[in-house]
């Protein structure tokens, strides 16, 4: 966990360093020509006719919303590049643009040879330069938009080999990570359908809202069959499964820790966060009047707060000895970190400039966190069969000396009957009862009495084979079946066990108390019968040992017809 941890932080940390690239190292100035009712042709535009007319591009007054216009781009210094040099235009989805040059007297159109897929939403639109025209001479670039929804755009400079590289490594990243959460997601689904457990149903759907959100946060997912379709709803496809991630992510970490059992109240709190997400996802709505920004801050602080208070009650309940929690809690660390990271370099930049963090750190996390909230219900499972498995032996055993309880042992006796019967074997009973047991509890007390119930299973146990069975029947009476054992087999074995038990002695309680005990055995192959009726015959052979002298067995006579 902790090498798991420290990786984690290395790429976190890698991922606050901005990327170095040609692009990063130009500096391109925007002038934008606003629209009017004149309409003016690439000649005029790109024979620099209309320069003059042109403002800088942040002081034009309303051109995210415009729909039609024109741009100057002005590289200033452009480094030289080996290959051949492109203009990417990093625009929203809903804007199309060509640019054009001027070159010995003509306009020429920029080839646009790619169109990559951005995070938010946003696409770039790689262009080459033609042949003779310098990357340091002004551009034009007429935009139109199709959507009256704000707009934005910005440029940079590259080279086509190393954008189309960095673009082709981007989408097999974001790929990558969405096969990897929906399979997981599928997987957990499927295992719901065989063990019925909620905790699988939540799992499957945090994650699948959590690929959902990463395709679409990463454009990748614009671009794909069916996904595509989410396209006119823009920011809703991401803004959407993220909201109702958390709200699924409030249900999972309440079950995950078992806080309905240790803590009821902070069970029912996770509740509210959950109904809290579910609204802020509902009021997206908002946007269409111009509350985005306020519903979008609201929900950045909502996500803050439930997240610090999830690592809290995780860490908690991990401390408690719920193992499951600690890998949920080492998950959502991770999870929230490069979401957090992500965040922050959203506000402090409106460019993608961190690999590591865009197209590594944030899709590799989700794929980590949900290994590990998978161990973590591993885990879980692990311990409900551990904790099933020991009360099914104390629902099936006696509590003070540990063998079978009564009702066990007829189970077991009639479960060994049917197999006996069904292969034709035969089955023997040995009826062990302690003799002058009473005396005993008399003499020395009760504590005593147990102890001699508990000193006599190991050198009993030491006779019988893996198959054997000893179980109390009550009182100082205990029954051993044996299987595949005919009256011949038996007899040895319980006379074995008589040595053995006579040999006890057990201390603690004034003089060392000797303990014998009196044994009837019954066998089918002599009485020809099975079951309760054969457990019978030994109970009626150990009293007939008994008034014999006890310390002594008796092999029930066969039945006369």
Known sequence: MRALLAAGFLIWLGSTVP??????????????????????????????????????????????????????VIPEDPPSVEGIPVVIMNVTRGLHADLIAYREGKVVALPLVAKLSGFLGARDLVFTLPEGVAAAQPLYAHVTSSSSRQQF?????????????????????????????MAVSIAALLIWFMLKDQLFILYATMFS??????????????????????IPIDSFAWNVPVGLSGAVACLFTREIADLKYFSPRVYRTFGWFAIAFLIITAANAA???????VVNDIGNIMFVIAAVFTVAVCFL???????????????????EGFTIAAALRFLATSTVDSDVLYYYGLPLSMVAASILVALGVADRLRAQRVALSDAERRAQTDPLTGVLNRRTLIERLDAACL?????????????????????????????????????????????????????????????????????????????????????????????????????????????????????????????VAKRSGRNQIHLAPPILA
């Open 19 to 72: 990327a170095q690239s040609f692009a990063a190292a130009t500096v391109i100035k925007l002038r934008a020509l606003p629209p009017d009712d004149t309409r003016p042709t690439p000649e005029e535009i790109a024979g620099g006719a209309l320069d003059d007319r042109f403002q800088p591009f942040s002081k034009a007054p309303g051109h995210t919303y415009w729909r039609d216009y024109w741009l100057r």
């Open 153 to 181: 755009l910005s440029f940079s400079l590259s080279e086509l080999e190393e954008t189309l590289s960095r673009g082709t490594e981007r989408s097999r990243m974001i790929a990558l990570a969405f096969g990897a959460l």
């Open 209 to 230: 809202l959590q690929a959902l959100y990463v395709a679409y946060l990463s454009g990748q997912g614009f671009d794909w069959p069916m996904l595509s379709y989410a």
């Open 287 to 293: 946007k269409f009047v111009g509350m985005e920004g």
């Open 317 to 335: 309940a991990w401390r408690r000895g719920n193992r499951a929690a600690g890998w949920f809690l080492i998950a959502w660390c991770l999870l």
């Open 419 to 543: 197999r006996a019967k069904a292969r034709g074997l035969p089955i023997a009973l040995l009826f062990i009862d302690l003799d002058h047991f009473k005396q005993i509890n008399d003499t020395f007390g009760h504590q005593a009495g147990d102890a001699c119930l508990r000193a006599i299973i190991d050198p009993i146990h030491a006779e019988l084979r893996q198959s054997d069975v000893i179980g109390r029947y009550g009182g100082e009476e205990f029954v051993v079946i044996l299987s595949s054992a005919d009256a011949a087999a038996a007899t040895p074995i319980a006379q074995r066990i008589l040595e053995r038990v006579a040999d006890v002695r057990v201390a603690g309680f004034g003089d060392p108390i000797s303990v014998t005990c009196s044994i009837g055995v019954a066998t089918s192959d002599t009485l020809g019968i099975w079951g309760e009726p054969l457990l019978a015959q030994a109970d009626a052979a150990v009293y």
